[in-house]
């Protein structure tokens, strides 16, 4: 079997069309790599958190959730003040990668954003963030997912109806 390599983007077009609002909601996915599955370790976990409470305690974001996937990180946030987006991310990409002691190339070049235009935008994109470690099939759902981080649950109302506080109920596998 031999492996194809992966296709050249053309992210130019990604960075001159990216806005920065301080004070808005945004969602971003940033991949490993040649999506190699680096992150799903206790340790990247741990590294993951620690890297997300350095910004916030810079201020530089509000973070509303994130989930660490085995080579993806998404994540919820309100900009702050003092970095551009693009800034952000990349502050935080070096900061995991210095947590987790990683000498190569971490991380693909560019990530995804969308800026969050509503509140149902914004509970609909934490419930597939919630999700997608269980929908990707990584665990059951009676089973916690380690790579969550979701400093205060009280923003996502669906969280208040998970099975003893902690688990999805099945349901919200099919869509229901």
Sequence with gaps: MSSR????????????????RSGQCYFITFCTSQRRSLLNTPEAFDACIQAADAITKSLNWNLK?????????????????????????????????????????????????RRIRDETEFQSTGFYMFMNPYVKKLLSVREVWKGHLIPDPKVFPFLSKRIEGMYPEPRWLSGD
Excluded: C
């Excluded at 070096?94 to 995804?112: A, D, S, V, Y």
């Design 65 to 113: 959730m994130q989930t660490v996937m085995p080579d993806h990180i998404h994540q919820l946030f309100t900009l702050g003040d003092s970095l551009l987006l693009r800034q952000l991310v990349g502050k935080y990409k070096t900061l995991l990668k210095r947590e987790m002691g990683i000498t190569f190339p971490l991380w693909q070049e560019n990530f995804h954003d």
């Design 5 to 20: 390599p992966l296709p050249q983007r053309k992210t130019e077009r990604l960075r001159i069309a990216r806005i920065s």
